[in-house]
């Protein structure tokens, strides 16, 4: 019972803050430009400053070195989920313009405005890096993988024909993996990581600005919640397949290989076996709306996917958090 009491309040937590953004949007505090705006500030200033202190607080080579394994973890879990996905919807007969997206939607994951600060509430900063595995393998398989799949779903282009997709690279490297980036050399070079600590107004500007990322992360999304409607949530049979697969068959699927890990010798530590397990399940990626209207998909579904996702997480998590730890 303690458990679930403490991923309660941290989610409670979570939704007060979401709530302040929602409250502030409601009340037209906040114009167009703003969300835009803070969505910078988070991804090219807080996030990678707070990666970067992460990085030079909690890991040196050896423990860097640990990090390989959940990345394996993670291409193999959402390479799986793929393929389940892939199934599932010519199963159940998905209308093309949803197929892609539903597939992407089931294995993409928000990382940074809603898994960043749900990570850092139930385990604290000292998971930030175990969630970077997830993040960088989770973004470069989106923006491959992810946006072939929606690419080739595309109703408005002949099957026969097929569709190619508009690769953007630079979204392979985001701005907030310049901060892991440009931790590597003070980790890996003597004296270089002790050189720095000792700059204590540059350390202390960093650790202060990358405090910033959970509460404008939870704002961001409460702003993009009241705009996107909360009301206008609506739960078909393909909307509902969708959360139970990002919120069940996900999960699952990376629970499932980390037992088979452990049973064949392979350890990791508890933090990071449950931060890749709650990242599995975090909503799904804040993006897909976009990349709907871009390769001609239901864009009304797909937001309707990011809102219901968005909210119900609220529920899931606790409940993932119990099962964890029976």
Known sequence: MSIFLTSIQSVLAIVLMIAVGYYGQQKGWFDEKFS???????????????????????????????????????????????????????????????????????????????????????????????????????????????????????????????????????????????????????????????GLMKLTFATTALTDIGALVTPLSLIYIGIMLKRFGILNMRFDGNVICTLLGRFVISPIIMAIIIFCGLHIGVHMNDVFQQTLIIQAATPSLAVLPILANTYHGDVKFATNIVVSTSVLFIVVVPIIMVIQNL
């Not at 939607?105 to 850092?120: D, E, Q, Y």
């Not at 989106?142 to 779903?153: E, K, N, P, R």
């Open 36 to 194: 835009g705006s803070l969505s910078k500030l988070i991804m090219k200033i807080a996030l990678p400053a707070s990666i970067f202190m992460a990085m030079m607080k909690y890991f040196n080579p050896t423990k860097l070195a640990t990090l390989s394994m959940g990345v394996i973890y993670t291409v193999i879990s959402i390479l799986v989920g793929y393929v389940v996905a892939w199934i599932f919807v010519r199963v159940v007969k998905v209308p093309r313009g949803r197929r892609g997206l539903m597939m992407t939607a089931i294995n993409g994951a928000n990382t940074v405005f809603i898994g960043m600060p749900l990570n850092v509430a139930l385990f604290g900063q000292i998971s930030v890096p175990y969630l970077l595995t997830y993040y960088i393998v989770n973004t470069v398989i989106i923006w491959t993988l992810g946006v072939w799949v929606i690419a080739g779903d595309d109703p408005t282009v002949d099957r026969d024909g097929g569709s190619k997709a508009n690769f953007d690279w630079h979204h392979l490297i985001p701005t907030p993996l310049w901060g892991f980036i440009i931790a590597l050399p003070f980790i890996y070079i003597p004296g270089w990581e002790n």
